[in-house]
């Protein structure tokens, strides 16, 4: 019978239910939205920053991050094994239950979200805008910006936690199980979103500026990744297991090996070339080289967040605390 529950092969074999990709894409999609709204929120709250002159340099970047959560969400939905039943999570709120606080943040992270996308249009797009309530919105809401900027950078922030205390509060899987998890998702999802920033933008300025900052991100997210492992490591026999799949290479755990040693390639190498950028000359203009070194780095950041998630799933099912890993 414990074999029948627990199960002991790559994917928790024999198995009731298992996450794969749609949950996966679903928790990067959230932490990179989580990202998007914290960072472009930044972008207009930094010091030294001439709002009438700079606000449209990353206007489109709140229109987009509800749609990508969107998506992240109907990933989620086609997951739900009852989708009729999904209406029971807005009829009660269990404070004890992450998925219940999840549930509502994703709710109530909406609000906020389409009022900053219409008032970072900015006036010259507003202009050409057909007269109608969302124009009459937009020119209302622009006073407002910083404000309503403040709001969803700390709604950007709870949702990339969010994702990370999602698998965190698993005590069957103790890859998940782990205080840092959520700090990993955190600032894996700050970095992605500063990443896609880094690919909209269009003026020189905002592009370093971000560039500078992801750097600081990047490497914060290596020394977190590695805290991570270092806490499973240092802990118990059952959290030890669990990051084998990261240092066997197995044929079973061959896939997770290399996903390690990719990101310790692709985040290192996004360092080194965003490095290169932010120390060039760009007086006048970031040059066509310069462009292209940034959003390559910008690209691999994304891949990397991506990758992580992707892992963290898959290799997570693979823990247990029965000793039957194999």
């Known amino acids: 019978m414990e074999l029948t529950i627990t199960g002991a092969n790559a994917i928790t074999f024999p198995h009731l239910r298992i996450w794969d990709w749609r949950v996966a894409s679903y928790l990067f999609l959230g ?37 990508l959560l969107s998506l992240g ?4 939905f086609l997951d739900l094994e009852l989708k009729q039943h999904m209406y029971w999570f807005y009829l009660t709120f269990q404070p004890t239950s992450p998925m219940s606080w999840g549930a509502w943040i994703l709710v109530l992270i909406y609000p906020p979200m389409i009022l900053y996308s219409l008032a970072a249009i900015p006036p010259p797009i507003a202009e050409k805008m057909a007269p109608g309530l969302l124009k009459s919105l937009s020119e209302k809401l622009r006073a407002h910006l910083l404000g309503i900027a403040r709001v969803n950078f700390v709604g950007g922030i ?5 994702t990370g205390i999602l698998l965190s509060t ?39 500026f971000l560039t500078k900052v992801d750097i600081w991100l990047i490497f914060t997210e290596i020394m977190v990744l590695l805290l991570f492992f270092y806490g499973h490591y240092a802990s118990d026999a059952a959290n030890q297991a669990a990051i084998m799949p990261f240092m ?35 007086s006048k203009s970031i040059t066509p080289t ?23 799933v898959y290799a997570g099912q693979l823990s247990s605390f029965t ?4």
């Open 290 to 312: 310069g462009k292209f070194l940034m959003n390559t780095s910008a690209v691999l950041v994304l891949v990397g967040g991506l990758v992580v998630r992707f892992v963290m």
């Open 31 to 67: 932490g990179l939205t989580g990202g998007l709204m914290s960072m472009s929120a930044i972008t207009n709250l930094r010091a030294g920053k001439a709002i009438p002159h700079e606000r449209h340099c990353c206007w489109p970047i709140p229109i987009v991050s509800p749609l």
């Open 170 to 208: 698993f005590l069957a899987r103790p890859l998940w199980n782990s205080a840092i998890l959520p700090v990993v998702f955190l600032v894996s999802g700050m970095s992605t979103g500063t990443a896609l920033l880094i690919i909209m933008a269009r003026q020189t300025e905002v592009k370093l």
């Open 73 to 76: 969400m109907f990933f989620l």
């Open 323 to 326: 000793g039957l890993l194999k």
């Open 158 to 162: 709870l949702l990339s936690i969010y």
């Open 248 to 282: 066997n290479v197995s044929h079973q755990y061959f896939p997770y090996f290399v996903s390690v040693v990719f990101l310790g390639i692709i985040l290192p190498l996004a360092i080194a070339m965003k490095f290169m950028e932010v120390t060039a000359d760009h």
